[in-house]
């Protein structure tokens, strides 16, 4: 892991990427671009949301083609033409959603595409022999060989997805955001798996937005910024500040958005509320103006108290107040029509339209301002709209007419956030606003939270992300079990929030293999 | 977490192999067993004739073209797609081998290979403008039933095709269909259903047609190559059209009306629903759909015998399509909250 090792023992290049250009349409998404990795190394790859670090993982991958440049394997010129080319040539990718067939059991999604035959059946006895072996690397118990995909966490999906990937012949491991959806207990075991990936010399190519992180684990860091790679360097040259700048071009400020500092009154209030065994007793209260920040780890019940917030779920007992009035929400609609809005956790599933264009995405669940006539949505309206939300919050499109689905995870995410702002709310509930965000839209999404604050708006933001929660919250309440166990002010520091969230027996400086 | 499993010895391997096995069959196909053996004993208790030779072997006559095309219908709903065009399929396959036989007396073979080539071609047709041409099955299927039955009734003129030759005897309901009491269509269909069923469960191509239903873009990525996949399997339930063409063709007495083939493709599709497989894609069997098929004829058979208004079979299949539909999506709904 050391640079000296690394340098001094240099192994041949195993995978290499030359001149590589590649458009969609007229968008240039890779001008210029070359990438090298050695065999027993792990090589980070950072870049802004559209820097085109997806674009590169998919050439390696195959799912792509570039239009120009070349690839070299093992010292000889290569094409990967599809998917299939790149697992021949041992190339595995562990995409940032996981690509699993929930209705079949791990077992059949770890041998998928590259079943062990003999003859022309599949040779059941030698996959579940190599079975046992894969769950073992990637910490997983023999048991689970037999549960459907769709039953299993997301952590223990991505396990799946890792297992799967090194199913076949792996020379090269791509893992693209792999901790975004981790917590950090999960991301040691993944640490774990890859440092045992590399001692047998497999090189692994790791995309992710936690900069801190590629400190535990990368060996050296390639820089990508406007569909060029800028950098490549041991990553022991570098500092993450460094590594920042490198990734925006300019100089990151470190200051805190302002925060509200004259909260008012108490918008919202939680009395001794429970739910259905997801949280018991919470009890809390947001005022105008102030950004209370719900710290917990996956499965700790924060994000649970939101759903029920919103309407989405029941409450079993317990109190809600809106402004001093008790209220029972049962939906959604509800919910909106009290001033209450929802920026929810996973917004591929409950966020956004993604076929649908920018503007309809801005709008919907506004139409009403869009009419004249009820029923009526003046389609000038919606442009304006959307129009003046793509100004002020920055988002990158070549046009507000182009569907969801085609920007970046960043984006999106503000586009799902401007629907929330359109008309201004009196509670705005937000969930892992910046999850799988880059670091400039999480300052500009940090930004708009903090302004919205700012113009009145009581702020409820749950995030399982440390940083993130200290950074924005006045106010941090610690979800742990279903509890809300501490309350924090936000010069409070990151080892005391994670202990309260993960109970003493937990170090959070501990690694544990 | 087993230790002691890290020198696993033979036996263990294969103890581990049979878990990880897809289990040979499942719940909801024993309790479709449950439920006929239920309605054929209820059935023999009101109509004492119903569980008599006579009675059954007509059965299973009118099981087997369903079942059969049940079969590719399966493989086509595994991988989330569907064939509204297979009734259509049906009375044009059925059409022009009946005229072939009425005006060039083919021999057998040529005239099961020419039911079944026109089939496949038409199979083939589906796949091709599913596979890749990216438009939604249904939407394609609904579209070439309506040629297939505009085709069809050129053919047919305005009139039945009268005066077929006997040469698909060895599939009627005579004594020439049968061997040791058993129709041959039927056990055909039962060869059939095993090839399928050892495909499905034991070939890498059976388990990617799973892949692909599950998660088409996670197939792709894998390395799968899911065009050709969707595209054998419409091939595949084409080529299942032409040879169950010859068994309707067969269940005439020498005349072939233009009601041939109407409405099969809710029959067909009803009995791999009520088979369990998920009409979402990603799962099913097809000795459900095969269980499927008997539950929907039973049903059929046993109003008529009752002498109940025949109406009351389209409402029964259709409670049983609810309820199997309803058990899918609660089991999906059960499995997201978990």
């Known amino acids: 892991m050391s640079p000296e090792n690394a340098t001094a023992t240099e192994p041949a290049l195993r995978l290499e990427l030359r001149d590589i250009v590649k458009s969609y349409g007229g968008v240039r998404a890779i001008r210029h671009a070359d990438f090298a990795v050695r065999p027993g190394t792990v090589h980070a790859l950072v870049g802004e949301n559209g820097a085109g670090k997806s674009t590169l993982i998919k050439i390696i991958a195959g799912a792509e083609r570039a239009d120009a440049g070349s690839i070299v394997f093992d010292g000889v010129a290569s094409t990967i033409a599809s998917t299939a080319d790149a697992i021949k040539l041992g190339v595995q990718t562990v995409y940032q959603e996981p690509q699993l067939f929930p209705e079949l059991s791990v077992a059949e999604n770890v041998f998928v595409g590259r079943e062990i035959k003999r003859g022309l059946r599949i040779d059941w006895t030698a ?338 992300d440390l940083g993130e929660v200290l950074r924005i919250s006045d106010r941090i309440l610690v979800v742990r079990d279903g509890e809300i166990t501490a309350e924090f002010r936000p010069d409070a520091t990151q080892v005391e929030i994670l202990a309260a969230a993960s109970g003493a027996e937990s170090d959070p400086t501990k690694e544990s293999a | 977490m087993s230790v002691d499993q890290a020198g696993a010895s033979a036996p263990a391997v294969r103890a581990t192999a049979r878990r990880i096995l897809p289990p040979p069959v499942t719940g909801q196909e024993l309790v479709l067993v449950g439920v006929i053996v239920v309605l054929w004993v209820l059935l023999g208790l009101f109509t004492p004739a119903f569980l008599s030779a006579g009675s059954i072997r007509p059965l299973l006559v009118s099981v087997a073209p369903i079942a059969l095309i049940g079969v590719g219908m399966t493989f086509i709903i595994i991988t989330a797609g569907i064939d509204v065009s297979v009734g259509g399929a049906i009375m044009l396959c059925a059409v022009v081998t009946a005229k072939s036989l009425v005006d060039f007396d083919l021999a057998l073979p040529l005239a099961i290979a020419l039911s079944i080539g026109l089939g496949l071609l038409l199979g083939l047709l589906n796949g091709v403008l599913i596979a890749y041409g990216r438009v939604h099955a249904i939407i394609i299927t609904f579209g070439t039933a309506n040629i297939f039955q505009f085709l069809a009734l050129r053919v047919f003129g305005s009139s039945t095709v009268n005066g077929i030759p006997g040469t698909f005897d060895v599939f009627g309901r005579g004594e020439a269909g049968r061997t040791f009491g058993v129709p041959h269509s039927f056990l055909i269909t039962i060869v059939i259903v095993a090839v399928a069923w050892w495909y499905l469960r034991h070939t890498s191509g059976g388990r990617n047609l799973f892949a692909i239903g599950g998660n088409a873009q996670a197939a792709r990525l894998a390395g799968i190559a899911v065009q050709p996949r969707i595209l054998a399997a419409y091939a595949l339930t084409g080529a299942l059209v032409g040879l169950a063409a010859c068994f309707f063709i067969a269940a005439g007495t020498s005349t072939l009306d233009q009601a041939v083939g109407s409405g099969r493709e809710l029959a067909v599709i009803a009995a791999v629903v009520i088979g369990g497989t998920s009409i979402l894609g990603g799962r099913g069997s097809v000795i459900g759909t095969l269980l499927g098929a008997i539950l929907v004829q039973t049903v059929t058979s046993g109003v008529t015998q009752l002498g109940w208004p025949s109406q009351l079979a389209n409402l029964f299949v259709g409670v049983f399509i609810i309820i199997a539909v309803g058990t899918d999506l609660l089991r999906q709904r059960a499995r997201k909250a978990s």
Do not use: C
């Open chain 1, 127 to 464: 996959q579940a022999d190599h079975m046992h072996e894969l769950l073992n690397t990637v910490g997983l118990p023999d048991r689970i060989a037999t549960v459907p995909v769709g039953s299993l966490s997301i952590a223990e999906q991505q396990q799946v997805s890792i297992a799967k990937a090194l199913a076949g012949e792996a020379t090269v491991l791509i893992l693209d955001e792999p901790s975004a959806i981790l917590t950090d207990s999960e991301i040691d075991v993944l640490f774990a798996v890859i440092r045992r990936l590399t001692a047998s010399g497999v090189a692994v190519i790791y995309i992710s937005h936690r900069l801190d992180e590629l400190f535990r684990i990368a060996d050296v860091v390639t820089v990508m910024r406007d569909g060029r790679t800028i950098t490549t360097e041991p990553i022991g040259e570098l500092s993450v500040r460094q590594i920042a700048e490198l990734m925006v071009g300019g100089v990151v400020s470190e200051s805190r958005p302002a925060q509200g500092e004259t909260a008012g009154e108490i918008v919202l209030e939680l009395d001794a509320l429970s739910g259905a065994d997801t949280f018991r007793n919470v009890s809390l209260t947001v005022r105008s103006g102030e950004i209370v920040g719900l710290y917990g780890l996956v499965g700790s019940g924060a994000g649970d108290i939101a759903s029920v917030v919103y309407g989405i779920d029941r409450a079993s007992s317990g109190r809600m107040l809106l402004s001093g009035e008790p209220v029972t929400i049962h939906s959604a609609s509800k919910a909106r029509r009290l001033g209450i809005h929802l920026l929810p956790a996973n917004r591929s599933a409950q966020g956004s339209f993604s076929f649908q264009s920018i503007a309809f995405n801005i709008t919907a669940g506004e139409l009403k301002l869009l009419s004249r006539l009820p029923g009526w949505v003046t389609r000038r309206r919606e442009r304006d709209i959307a129009r003046e939300f793509i100004d002020r919050l920055a988002v990158k499109t070549p046009s507000q007419s182009s569907p969801l689905s085609s920007m970046s995870g960043g984006n999106a995410q503000k586009v799902v956030l401007a629907r929330q702002l359109v008309k201004r709310p009196r509670l705005l509930v937000l969930v892992e606003p910046t999850q799988g965000v880059d670091v400039g839209a999480k300052e500009e999404i940090h930004r708009i939270i903090s302004r919205l604050a700012d113009e009145g708006t009581a702020v409820l933001v749950v995030t399982s």
